[in-house]
């Protein structure tokens, strides 16, 4: 069964670093691309980009290019998504997600449980 | 990058009554590369179609999705109980991936 376990929520001040989890199961992790969904409070779904766990290729949404980093450790079928100055702003819910095929263009089949990011002084 | 516009916004309806969304995008969609996913409160988005018109595994074949270009459709042809919920649309064949801004299906 193909599952995807995010990490726990978090709490933070604004300025402060995060790196987020989202570790995947019961399938070749190197071979599907992981993406990464915001939901900020009461709003709905944002495309924020997508890895390739196989070789760390990576693109972005030209929204959150720059304001976070995607990455993956395939050693341990894990991707990430981090911040290093968090803002009130990055407060949502944050979800992973694997492509339906292989290929880059792909829908989003298998997601994780989602990850609430709250950032608060 | 393409705007897609659901309508309409929210959706009163009785179980039992057919449910038809729209989901118009600003340019066209790349070979129909047109989702749609469900998302009922406190839970991840779960996908029902793809392709514009392909069932996902284990959907229930009351949920039918149609349209080419700018033009999309999901149909519910009987509401269930169980469908309530806020269903949004993505096109996944032009970077930045985008989705609607959700239409939310509610009981009447």
């Known amino acids: 069964e193909v599952q995807l376990v995010q990490s726990g929520a978090e709490v933070k001040k604004p300025g402060e670093s995060l790196k987020i989890s989202c570790k995947g199961s019961g399938y070749s992790f190197t071979s599907y691309w992981i993406g990464w969904v915001r939901q900020m409070p009461g709003k709905g779904l944002e495309w924020m980009g997508i890895?390739?766990?196989?070789?760390?290729?990576?693109r972005y949404s030209p929204s959150f290019q720059g304001q976070v980093t995607i990455s993956a450790d395939k050693s341990i079928s894990t991707a990430y998504l981090q911040w290093s100055s968090l803002k009130a702003s990055d407060t949502a819910m944050y979800y992973c997600?694997?492509?339906?095929?292989?290929?880059?263009?792909?829908?989003?089949?298998?997601w994780g449980q989602g990850t609430l990011v709250t950032v608060s002084s | 990058e393409i705007v897609l516009t659901q309508s309409p916004g929210t959706l009163s309806l009785s179980p039992g009554e057919r449910a038809t969304l729209s989901c118009r995008a600003s340019q066209s969609v790349t070979s129909s590369y047109l989702a749609w996913y469900q998302q009922k409160p406190g839970q991840a988005p779960r996908l029902l179609i793809y392709?514009?018109?392909t069932r996902a595994t284990g959907i229930p074949d009351r949920f039918s999705g149609s349209g080419s270009g700018t033009d999309f459709t999901l149909t519910i042809s009987r509401l269930e109980p169980e469908d309530f919920a806020v269903y949004y649309c993505q096109q996944y064949g032009s970077s930045p991936r985008t989705f609607g801004q959700g239409t939310k299906v509610e009981i009447k």
């Open positions: 890895i390739y766990p196989g070789d760390s290729d990576t």
């Open positions: 997600a694997r492509h339906l095929g292989m290929a880059t263009i792909s829908v989003l089949t298998n």
């Open positions: 392709g514009a018109s």
